[in-house]
């Protein structure tokens, strides 16, 4: 079930829909809250909605393997979108 809405919320993102997208991944997040893959989905996804504070509360929320991937995922990119804008 994680997997489908997982996909789900993949498409939510390729269509531009960020709010259905983040819901979805945080719905799957909840049946498997091991899969780091998730987390950085919902983490690109909150990026694209410019909600930065919801990206980095995922790192401060986090386990060792989903900080991993969310740092491989967006963390860096959201910095330096912050250093690129100020």
Request: glycine share 4%; net charge negative.
């Amino acid at each position: 079930m994680a997997k489908e809405l997982a996909d789900k919320a993949k498409e939510a993102f390729v269509d531009d829909d960020f709010d259905v997208a983040v819901d979805l991944y945080s719905k799957a997040i909840d049946l498997d809250p091991n899969c780091a893959e998730f987390f950085a989905d919902r983490a690109q996804a909150y990026i694209k909605l410019e909600s930065f504070t919801g990206s980095f509360f995922v790192l401060l929320s986090s386990s060792f393997t989903v900080v991993d991937a969310f740092w491989g995922s967006g963390f860096l990119y959201v910095f330096g979108f912050l250093l690129h804008h100020s």
